[in-house]
């Protein structure tokens, strides 16, 4: 069963501070997914990673993957308080139909 | 291009009771997911349609069902309503053939079972 974890749970930052969000998944997957989800909304698309070293960018967040290691971060850069959400990766199983498995999610506040 | 949309917004039901949740999938899109997100946690894959067949479940118990119609919106019906039912369902659409196959999510129905 594909198991994903993310780290840390919680990311409390300062405006202007670097930091990274980990997601490690435990199956073979080629295509994984970063969303953001703000307080009592749904899920947005932020990246969709499909191949091994994929790395996308936009604005302050970018993501890369590691499929060897099983592994994705998102990076934030110089972050601002409109980055303050709760960001999750998801998984895509291999056998066709797009079921995604999500991570845990990291709560992220960027304090001024 | 409309996006993904859920009715209705937010609903109250009683244990035992049965309810019906629906969803129109984004133009263009033929396959919608759904997902059960219960607070504090990410979402949880249910079950997803592709042209009115199912095309995977998740673990959940067969009183959680549903239907794809044929332009490609669904409904998401569970019956004997649970406490631990209350969450946040989401379903999401997406066009399964194409390589980045995202899935986009509507704005979720939330379910309060007392």
């Known amino acids: 069963e594909l198991k994903v974890e993310q780290n840390p749970l919680f990311l409390s930052m300062q405006e202007g501070k670097n930091y990274t969000i980990y997601c490690n998944y435990s199956t073979t997957s080629d295509r994984l997914y970063w969303y953001r989800q703000d307080p009592g909304k749904s899920l947005e698309s932020l990246f969709v990673l499909l191949s091994n070293g994929a790395v996308k960018q936009e604005g302050r967040l970018m993501a890369s993957l590691d499929t060897k290691a099983r592994l994705s971060t998102l990076h934030i850069t110089a972050a601002v308080h409109d980055l303050s959400a709760t960001y999750f990766c998801?998984?895509?199983?291999?056998?066709?139909?797009?079921?995604?498995?999500f991570g845990t999610g990291t709560r992220l506040t960027i304090i001024p | 291009e409309t996006g993904v949309t859920q009715s209705p917004t937010h609903l109250i039901k009683t244990r035992g009771q049965q309810v019906t949740l629906r969803c129109s999938s984004q133009?263009?899109?033929?396959?919608v997911s759904w997902y059960q997100q219960a607070l504090g946690q990410g979402p949880q894959f249910i079950f997803q349609?592709?042209?009115?067949?199912?095309?995977g479940r998740g673990n959940f118990p067969p009183r959680f069902s549903g239907l794809q119609f044929p332009n490609y919106s669904s409904e998401l019906n569970v019956n004997a309503l649970e406490l631990d039912d209350s969450a946040l369902y989401l379903c999401?659409?997406?066009?399964?053939?194409?390589?980045?196959?995202?899935?986009?999510f509507g704005p979720g129905t939330r379910l309060t079972v007392l």
């Open positions: 349609y592709y042209r009115e067949e199912e095309n």
């Open positions: 998801a998984v895509a199983n291999n056998f066709g139909n797009e079921k995604l498995t």
């Open positions: 999401a659409s997406s066009f399964s053939g194409l390589p980045t196959d995202t899935q986009y």
């Open positions: 133009s263009g899109h033929n396959t």
